[in-house]
């Protein structure tokens, strides 16, 4: 029950002192059986004035009993009541609630045992109803939303439950909804927070993952291979009708191998007629020129160090003098 407001107070202490001012100064204190009879009846009314006025705040609403049956629905604001005929047995506050709840050890369709940790969303919508249909609306509400949880977990394969979260959450919602209507109480949403499972699964779920996406990237690059497979195959084709492309490819690719790998190169020569590259003479011929130009590179950078380190030298020996 909602204690008195601050106001109810203040108008009691207002009258009670207005009463007792008002006694003093009609009376002397000589007639002080009078004055006294004045100050409790001042009190017995400033009681009753005070008690008869309430404040509901914005989101509130009274629910107004009067001799054990239901007279109204008071709120927000201010407004009047009889003392003791009058009684407000509940406060309802008709703003949006959260309750959260959980499922521990509840065994899924396939038997896992899972915790799941929920939040609920709701709202009164029917005072009256949810004053008197029910008992305790707020704990009435947790244990149906508890219970249905557990229903669903019951319902549902553990694949199902970690990837269809949403769907669970309706699933809840509706359910709770129908259960808690009768109160007139309206269920907004329900958030499935958390579903946890036994650490052995879950490294087995782990390792069945990794293995799933080892299996995807071997289906992948055997695909690729059968795709470079086709390219070499369509590559042959236009080769074939084309003797001028082939030779000049030879050519590029025995000129980028002698290049960048070695200078010393064996072709067999079976591929070398095949390539129409010439002859062996020919081949040999621009292996040595190759060689021969990357070994004049090779001295001119050793040179060119050498210069670098005598100018040094001079530097240094013209500082010391």
């Keep these: 029950m909602k204690s008195k407001s601050l106001f109810s107070g203040l108008i009691f202490v207002i009258i009670m002192a207005i009463g007792l001012l008002g006694t003093f100064s009609a009376y002397s204190t000589s007639n002080f059986l009078e004055t ?16 008869a006025i309430k404040i509901a705040d914005p989101w509130d609403k009274a629910v107004i009993l009067r001799l054990g049956k239901f007279k109204a629905l008071k709120g927000p604001g201010l407004f009047f009541i009889v003392p003791i005929i009058d009684n407000i ?3 309802i506050d008709t703003r949006v609630i959260t309750t959260s709840f959980k499922a521990e050890k509840t ?11 929920a939040v609920l969303f709701w709202k009164v919508m ?25 229903d669903v ?37 329900v958030e499935v927070k958390d579903v946890l499972i036994p650490p052995a699964l879950e490294n087995a779920m782990s390792m069945q993952a990794q293995a799933e996406r080892e299996r995807q990237a071997r289906v992948i690059l055997g695909d690729s291979e059968r795709q470079v497979a086709e390219k070499f195959g369509e590559a042959a084709l236009t080769y ?33 007629e095949t390539m129409q590259l010439g002859s062996m003479a020919g081949i040999t011929a621009l292996t040595m020129g190759i060689g021969q130009e990357k070994k004049d590179k090779e001295n001119a950078a050793v040179l060119q160090e050498n210069t670098n380190v005598l100018k040094g030298d001079e530097t240094v020996s013209q500082s010391e003098l």
Aim: aromatic share 6%; hydrophobic share 45%.
């Design 153 to 189: 977990i019951g319902k549902t394969m553990l694949s199902d439950m970690l990837e269809g979260r949403d769907k669970i959450s309706a699933t809840l919602q509706n359910i709770i909804d129908e259960r808690t209507e009768p109160w007139g109480i309206h269920v907004n949403s």
């Design 126 to 150: 029917d005072p009256q109803k949810a004053a008197l249909e029910v008992a305790d609306y707020l704990s009435a509400i947790s244990w149906a939303s508890q219970t249905a949880l557990r």
């Design 107 to 117: 065994l899924t369709k396939d038997t896992v045992p899972v915790d799941v940790d």
């Design 89 to 91: 047995p509940y406060w």
């Design 240 to 272: 074939t009708n084309n003797p001028v492309a082939l030779h000049l490819r030879a050519m590029n690719m025995l000129y980028e191998g002698l290049k960048e790998n070695s200078t010393i190169v064996i072709v067999p020569s079976s591929a070398v």
């Design 36 to 51: 006294f009879t004045i100050a409790v009846i001042t009190f017995i009314i400033a009681l009753i004035v005070s008690s």
